[in-house]
């Protein structure tokens, strides 16, 4: 058996398509949404990143800023920057490129950015409002995971699924979501105990912890859906993912290859949460 590959860049075009509808919209109503990225630095990754989201903003018609500062700005610097887009009507939604330099407070920046604006959805506000089942703007990555298994026509309810990483960007968030659609969930790390005993008992695999070839074919339950999030640069400059995609492959039912992913679907997902803040500006107020 060879595995179906899931084309997170067919799915993400999808979802810009359907984005530029919504803009559409949005336009015929006198609003444009608006994004700003935050780029502190020069990390070469970091500015492909950034990059290509300004590409998918021109794309789908919303307004793009790139706020540039360098490597030895100040805390306050950073978050002076962030309280008047805060302040700016025309910024729908704001983005701080991680990662920050080691002597920038990340905790405390992400938290400075405005709930309704924070299309990373990083905020305690909006993790409590996904804990809660009443999600308002959610992490990307989980969320294009999401997205990607309903597309292919993967059933959650009911099935065992297991996420291998903790991080607040996507192991945490993945989980409750595949909770909230009725999955049995278990959350493994890279230093999990016979991580093999657990892999082998999911119908829906996540792996996002950022060690290439972690998982390989012989930890995956014939007929599995495998996700892989991990991007790993490696010393021939190649990507690869953290799972041993060539044996994972022979054994899963569908797989997601790395690069042509979901990271793809996570800058998708970016471009819909900026036009859902920029909608929700314009709904009526309970």
């Known amino acids: 058996m060879s595995a179906e590959l899931i084309d997170g860049a067919a799915i993400a075009s999808q979802v810009l398509d359907e984005q530029k509808q919504r803009v559409a919209v949005l336009w015929r109503k006198k609003v444009r949404p608006g994004l700003a990225a935050i780029l502190v630095g020069e990390n070469p990754a ?5 990059r290509n989201k300004a590409r998918a903003c021109e794309e789908v018609g919303l307004h ?38 080691s002597h920038l407070d990340s905790e405390r920046i992400l938290q ?13 506000h909006n993790l409590g409002a996904l804990v809660a ?3 308002r703007l959610a992490p990307c990555t ?30 945490k968030p993945m989980a409750l979501m595949l909770i909230g659609r009725g999955a049995t969930v278990t959350v493994c790390t890279s230093k999990t105990r016979d991580l093999r005993e657990h892999t082998s008992r999911a119908d829906i695999l996540v792996v996002a912890v950022g060690k290439p070839g972690l998982v390989d074919g012989t930890m995956i339950k014939p007929g599995a859906v495998v996700f892989d999030v991990g991007i790993n640069r490696m010393p021939d400059g190649k990507l690869a993912g953290d799972v041993d995609f060539a044996s994972a492959r022979e054994v899963a039912s569908h797989i997601t290859p790395v ?14 949460n900026t036009v859902s803040a920029a909608e929700r500006l314009i709904q009526p107020k309970s």
């Open 64 to 101: 793009s800023e790139l706020h540039r500062l360098p490597a030895n700005c100040s805390e306050s610097d950073v978050l002076a920057l962030i309280s008047r887009l805060n302040g700016n009507a025309q910024v729908h939604g704001i983005l701080v490129q991680l990662p920050l330099p």
């Open 46 to 50: 970091s500015e492909v990143y950034v």
């Open 259 to 272: 690069p042509g992913g979901v990271g793809r679907m996570t800058v998708a997902m970016l471009i819909a």
């Open 133 to 135: 089942g009443n999600t």
């Open 112 to 124: 400075s950015v405005r709930p309704d604006k924070d299309i990373d959805g990083f905020s305690w």
């Open 142 to 171: 989980p969320t294009g995971v999401m997205v990607m298994l309903d597309r292919v026509g993967i059933e959650i309810e009911g099935r065992n699924a297991v996420v291998i990483g903790r991080s607040v960007i996507v192991g």
